[in-house]
């Protein structure tokens, strides 16, 4: 997994409330159960003018140029809600966004942000709606400036607001692990107890 360490990019406003796992990816473009392949389905009922089709709706902020390059979604409050599905976050990933900043998000779904790359940045209404004004004015030049190490967001004209962020989901972003590879780290404590163990309860590994 890539690490996250700072990000500058083109952010791209997405300013609706309560976007949920079936909007982000809707169920009859999960055909498959890999990571890969599902970025075309990403918002596709907002993406595309037809269910199931690839007509792109010209209206929709991530089929303008420059947002196509955004790494950055900003967005409404509850984002991520609904379902547990972690496609949507796959397909986001796969798409090339790394950081969505909104009020709140879905617990699962941010979750999933952190073991898959995308750091989800929380910030007040007011905060994320004037990121989104001053990204609007003028979105290839007004980019965002998002520092893991010093939990901070630079909207364009400098200002820096502050985040927080649990301390493990921060260190796996900052290293760049999944969950497996948070569990490699303690390799040699787990086979010390299995030794251990393996001497008081020897039925257990018969």
Not at 21 to 50: C, H, Q
Not at 125 to 148: F, G, M, W, Y
Not at 177 to 199: H, K, N, P, S
Request: a negative charge; hydrophobic letters at 40%; glycine letters at 6%.
């Amino acid at each position: 997994m890539e690490k996250f360490i700072e990000l500058e990019a083109i952010a791209a406003p997405l300013m609706r409330i309560n976007i949920d796992t079936d909007v982000i990816i809707p169920s009859r473009e999960m055909k498959r159960v890999s990571k890969e392949g599902l970025s075309d389905g990403m918002f596709a009922n907002w993406r595309y003018t037809e269910p199931g089709g690839r007509e792109e709706n010209p209206e929709f902020v991530l089929n303008q140029e420059p947002y196509r390059q955004a790494k950055i979604l900003l967005a409404g409050d509850n984002f991520g809600c609904g379902s547990s599905r972690e496609h949507a976050v796959w397909a986001l990933a796969e798409w090339g966004i790394r950081c969505i900043i909104a009020p709140g998000f879905g617990n699962i779904f941010h979750g999933n942000c952190v073991r898959n790359g995308i750091l989800p940045v929380i910030l007040p209404e007011d905060t994320v709606s004037d990121l989104a004004r001053q990204v609007e004015e003028d979105p290839a030049k007004n980019t965002i400036k998002v520092d893991l190490i010093t939990c901070t967001v630079a909207a364009p004209d400098q200002t820096t607001n502050s985040f927080e962020i649990a301390p493990a989901d921060r260190e796996m972003l900052l290293e760049g692990l999944d969950a497996i590879a948070v569990t490699r780290r303690y390799d040699d404590e787990i086979l010390a107890f299995q030794g251990r163990d393996r001497l008081k309860r020897p039925w257990i590994y018969l």
